[in-house]
């Protein structure tokens, strides 16, 4: 499944970015508030270079990323494209691929989108990734979506998929998280992917 997801999420942001104005590129990415676009592509390239050429030492922290964007800052996103492509043909032969690998590259479609007013991701390409991880992440709640019932839990919440989704990967923050529909206590420190956002995200 994963390896699917990464592959249309590349393919998706390769041509959502390809042929950009300087002006777009530079554009800050609203969910990634110290990036541009371009940064986010650059990150994005070298995360999937890294994991080709087994260079992960300290993925997935902070240091990790930002070395991506460090060292491509002044890389043309045509030749960032390319290379992302390139690994991206390589990651296509592994056996595997780690899902985070997929659904930080699904994430960061997401921010892209939302950053260059463009339509939202649709709900085949972001669902699957929600019911696999939902049940691993909300154990004791039963979450009530648009999609359906995941979870068998004792406390309740019914939240649209898509704003579960990006609150899963620190896209919302913690008063968006808690004004969702609970029948109990929220478990804000346990389900996010990714620690919720200090300041509100409206897309």
């Given at each position: 499944m994963f390896e699917e997801i ?188 990714f620690p919720p956002r200090e ?5």
């Amino acid at each position: 499944m994963f390896e699917e997801i990464y592959r249309e999420a590349r393919q998706r942001v390769v041509g959502l970015t390809m042929g950009l104005s300087a002006g777009e590129l530079g554009r800050a990415v609203p969910a990634c508030p110290e990036w541009t676009v371009h940064q986010v592509v650059a990150h994005l390239s070298g995360a999937a270079s890294d994991l080709v050429s087994g260079r992960m030492e300290g993925a997935p922290s902070d240091e990790w990323t930002a070395r991506h964007v460090a060292e491509r800052e002044n890389v043309p996103v045509e030749d960032l494209l390319e290379e992302w492509n390139a690994s991206g043909d390589k990651i296509a032969e592994m056996p595997r691929i780690p899902f985070q690998l997929a659904v930080d590259t699904l994430t960061h479609e997401a921010d892209l989108r939302a950053a260059l007013g463009r339509e939202r991701l649709p709900d085949t390409a972001w669902q699957p990734t929600l019911v696999w991880l939902t049940p691993r992440r909300l154990t004791g709640v039963t979450v009530k979506t648009e999609f359906g019932d995941l979870g068998d839990g004792p406390i309740t919440l019914e939240v649209e998929g898509y704003e579960l989704w990006r609150g899963c990967f620190g896209r919302r923050s913690r008063r968006q998280i808690q004004s969702w529909n609970w029948s109990g206590p929220a478990p804000i420190d346990e389900f996010p992917f990714f620690p919720p956002r200090e300041s509100d995200l409206v897309e």
